[in-house]
């Protein structure tokens, strides 16, 4: 398919520099009351690079009711480029907002707008050690930020020399482990009580996703990096570390002509799931991978999923082409399909209420 740049540019830029140009605040106002947002999710859709069409989406588990563009449509604000992740803390919503550098910050209850943080790069993902701390991660900052949830004020940073790209991350105890994923092949460890990473733990390349079972191990994904002048792809790998002895202690090897993405735990902390082509299930006493996915790939891009931390429902996104609006199927915990509905552009990430 062949675009028209220049028109894409006369379209974009007067959006990107009037966003720019506004304060948020200016662009608030009176649009519709969503009704109150019960139990259920909110869809992250990252929208097209440089486009800024991210948008939230809701989904109501018990209704099977969809809002869209409920960003947008609550406060008359554009959620701005690349809509990456999403947290929720004591009844508020932090949306992390890629390409725009900032955080957004909403009531989850009706997803009125009440604040942001600014200030920063490129963030990715952000973790809560307390009600007034928090710790954001960066695709080129080379550091990890620290700032004030309540206040929204950056507090400090934490400098990650040699790894410019940090990603997700996994509390055990006082420490913080955080994967640095674009041609990388490392999870940093960071002191809470004193912001300083005290160890590094070598991983397969690009680690990505981190999450922490039911025994206080931490696993992560690392999908092998990409070709580039110079730099030879390495092995998938899903991989177990305690966290004790900062040492990886199992491993798996995963398709290499495919991405791992977009690793999940399921509620009681017992089942890990991921992507690569279909949806692959492991449990963490299992000792093999098995050789056939949980769900197969057929004819679906997927894109990202994530489990219910209740039900164990998983949901699971199409992103179609990348250019129309995706498709989130809703399965049981055993596979049986439940319901599928449209959201907006790239639905990248979940976050239940």
């Given at each position: 398919?062949?675009?028209?740049t220049s028109?894409?540019a006369?379209?974009v830029?007067?959006?990107l ?5 506004m304060?948020?605040d ?10 109150f ?20 989406s809701?989904?109501?588990a018990?209704?099977k ?18 809509a990456?992740s999403?947290?929720i803390r004591?009844?508020?919503?932090y949306?992390v907002?890629?390409n725009?550098?900032k955080i957004?910050?909403?009531?989850t209850?009706?997803g009125?707008?009440?604040?942001k ?12 050690s ?7 991660t ?8 620290i ?14 020399p ?13 420490f ?7 041609y ?5 460890v960071?002191?809470?009580?004193t ?5 590094e733990?070598?991983?397969?390349k ?10 206080n191990?931490?696993?992560t994904?690392s999908?092998?990096g990409?070709t580039?002048?110079g730099t ?7 991989q ?10 199992k491993n ?9 993405s ?6 009681t902390?017992d089942?890990?799931?991921f ?8 449990g963490?006493?299992q ?6 996915p949980?769900?197969?790939g057929d004819s679906?891009l997927?894109y ?5 931390p209740?039900?164990?429902?998983l949901?699971l996104?199409d992103?179609?082409?990348y250019?129309?609006?995706g498709?989130?199927?809703?399965y ?16 990248g990430?979940f976050c239940?209420?």
């Amino acid at each position: 398919m062949t675009f028209n740049t220049s028109k894409i540019a006369l379209l974009v830029i007067p959006l990107l520099l009037l966003s720019a140009c506004m304060k948020d605040d200016e662009w608030i106002k009176s649009h519709q009351t969503v009704d109150f947002l019960s139990s259920g999710l909110f869809i992250i859709n990252e929208g097209n690079f440089m486009y800024g069409n991210a948008s939230l989406s809701f989904y109501n588990a018990a209704t099977k009711n969809v809002i869209n563009d409920l960003f947008y449509n609550t406060n008359g604000l554009p959620l701005g480029d690349v809509a990456q992740s999403m947290v929720i803390r004591n009844n508020l919503g932090y949306i992390v907002v890629n390409n725009s550098g900032k955080i957004y910050i909403i009531n989850t209850s009706n997803g009125k707008y009440t604040g942001k943080i600014t200030g920063l790069i490129s963030p990715r993902y952000i973790h809560f050690s307390g009600d007034e701390k928090a710790y954001i991660t960066d695709l080129y900052a080379g550091k990890i930020t620290i700032v004030n949830p309540i206040t929204y004020q950056i507090k400090g940073s934490i400098a990650t020399p040699g790894h410019a790209s940090t990603e997700q991350m996994v509390q055990w105890g006082d420490f913080l482990f955080v994967s640095c994923w674009s041609y990388d092949d490392t999870i940093l460890v960071i002191d809470t009580r004193t912001d300083a990473v005290v160890d590094e733990i070598k991983t397969g390349k690009q680690p990505r996703g981190l999450v922490l079972d039911k025994y206080n191990k931490i696993w992560t994904l690392s999908d092998g990096g990409w070709t580039k002048s110079g730099t030879n792809p390495g092995i998938p790998l899903l991989q177990r570390i305690d966290p004790v002895s900062r040492t990886v202690d199992k491993n798996y090897t995963l398709l290499a002509d495919a991405k791992p993405s977009h690793l999940a735990i399921n509620g009681t902390r017992d089942t890990l799931i991921f992507i690569n082509k279909g949806v692959w299930k492991l449990g963490v006493n299992q000792q093999t991978m098995g050789d056939h996915p949980f769900l197969a790939g057929d004819s679906h891009l997927y894109y990202s999923l994530d489990i219910d931390p209740v039900t164990s429902e998983l949901y699971l996104s199409d992103a179609i082409d990348y250019q129309q609006r995706g498709i989130i199927y809703r399965y049981s915990a055993l596979g049986a399909k439940i319901d599928s509905f449209k959201t907006g552009i790239i639905p990248g990430s979940f976050c239940f209420k």
